[in-house]
């Protein structure tokens, strides 16, 4: 659940930014079959990743960290 929501915000600020997924994953050093694990929700990026994309799309970590889920309680 938690890795869906990380993906979904990096997916939609990386297109809002112009970024293809291999253009994007090779300016992280990664591959792009590890960018659409992460944009699939399939993998969780580590805290030094995001602080990685953070910069490469110009935004800061708290802008691109998911908001937290309210409880039903």
Same mark, same amino acid.
Request: glycine residues 8%.
């Given at each position: 659940?938690? *890795?869906?929501?990380?993906g /979904?915000?990096? /997916? *939609? $600020? /990386? !297109?809002? !930014? %112009?970024y293809?997924?291999? @253009? $994007?994953a !090779?300016?992280? %050093?990664?591959?792009?079959?590890?960018?659409?694990?992460?944009? #699939? %929700?399939? #993998?969780?990026?580590?805290?030094?990743?995001?602080?990685?994309? *953070?910069? @490469?799309?110009?935004?800061?970590?708290?802008?691109?960290?998911?908001?937290?889920?309210?409880?039903?309680?």
């Amino acid at each position: 659940m938690e *890795a869906e929501r990380w993906g /979904r915000r990096i /997916r *939609a $600020f /990386r !297109k809002l !930014k %112009g970024y293809t997924q291999e @253009r $994007f994953a !090779k300016e992280l %050093g990664i591959s792009v079959s590890i960018l659409g694990e992460i944009e #699939r %929700g399939n #993998r969780m990026p580590s805290d030094s990743l995001v602080g990685q994309i *953070a910069e @490469r799309l110009n935004i800061s970590v708290e802008e691109l960290t998911p908001p937290k889920m309210e409880s039903n309680n």
